[in-house]
């Protein structure tokens, strides 16, 4: 593995994550290039990974770069990227930890496989258990399933489900979760980097898409693990489970998704299939009392938030609503 892999690692406001993160593949540090790229977090991540790092004699492997402004986890992940001369650059959350052994098998997998241009591992819960990472494109009928959360139609359209099922074989996913992903420096020079006009979320299926439009696939190979602790720094995944009203950028960036990849025809058909699974989940609703519908304060309204520009900057987070 030597000066084959570079690592590129996001901090905002998580310094502790992110040590431990480093921690769990510190014994490889000799052979592998660090690049810690703080997203102007304003507090005191710099230093504290700096002196973590410097405490532990990993100065000469690793560079921690303050980021005058927070541009996203796309732009993030580019200031790292382009830094980077490996073959191999793995792509890693701060609310991670390596298991053994995953990173030297996610490389193997690649060097075996020379056509795909990704490999992902399992992700997993600190208990084990494990959590979906691989999916299927979203498609404009996939808001439908979500907003309906109705066994009857997803039943209906299981085959447009975005989750696909947890195996532990082999397989060759339309797109796998960022959280940890290792790519060819070579996809980068064919594609370019990720797309910084999302802020969050979509990047990752919309670098899968232009990937594969290159005739880059992606491999998922589940004997390498990794936890996933979620949610470090972004509060999408809390607000949604309790049903709360997500950040601006979300919808944004779920418009621009479906514009570039469907045209704006696309985009409204996505809006009017998640307007008829409401539809269904209101009915539910009526009929049930004690149902809680899967949806968040103010969506039926924030879907449509960019739809008259959906190619538009986003709208910060820290940026009043």
């Not at 290039?33 to 990993?58: F, G, P, T």
């Not at 490996?86 to 930890?97: A, G, H, M, V, W």
Request: aromatic share 10%; charged share 25%; proline share 5%.
């Amino acid at each position: 593995m030597d000066n084959e892999l570079s690592v590129v690692i996001v901090n905002y406001k998580t310094p502790h994550l992110v040590i431990d993160a480093i921690q769990s593949f510190q014994e490889l540090m000799s052979r592998v290039r660090l690049l810690v790229i703080d997203n102007a977090s304003n507090d005191k991540s710099v230093s504290e990974i700096s002196n973590y790092l410097s405490a532990e004699d990993l100065d000469s492997q690793a560079t921690v770069v303050g980021s005058d402004k927070n541009s996203g986890f796309s732009s993030g992940n580019n200031i790292g990227i382009k830094q980077c001369k490996s073959e191999f650059i793995l792509l890693l959350n701060s609310d991670t930890i390596v298991r053994p052994e995953a990173l030297e098998k996610l490389i193997k997998t690649l060097v075996d496989n020379p056509d795909k241009g990704m490999a992902s591992p399992r992700l997993e819960w600190p208990d084990g258990s494990p959590q979906e990472s691989c999916f299927r494109y979203h498609r404009p009928i996939n808001e439908l399933i979500r907003s309906a959360a109705t066994r009857q139609v997803t039943q209906l359209l299981k085959r447009y489900e975005v989750p696909q099922r947890v195996s532990d074989d082999i397989c060759y996913p339309e797109w796998t979760s960022f959280a940890c992903v290792l790519v060819r420096r070579k996809v980068f020079e064919d594609i370019g980097l990720l797309d910084e006009g999302f802020f969050m979320y979509f990047e990752d299926v919309d670098f899968c898409i232009r990937a594969a439009k290159k005739g880059w696939g992606i491999i998922h190979n589940p004997s390498a693990r990794v936890v996933h602790l979620r949610g470090g720094s972004s509060p999408v995944k809390s607000q949604t489970a309790k049903k709360k009203r997500l950040p601006r950028y979300f919808y944004e960036s779920r418009a621009r998704y479906y514009h570039k990849h469907f045209g704006i025809f696309g985009l409204f058909r996505a809006n009017i299939c998640w307007h008829l699974g409401w539809s269904i989940a209101m009915l539910r609703k009526v009929a049930n009392r004690s149902y809680q519908p899967n949806i968040c304060e103010s969506q039926w309204r924030d879907i449509w938030c960019s739809f008259s520009n959906p190619s538009k900057p986003y709208t910060h987070p820290d940026s009043n609503r």
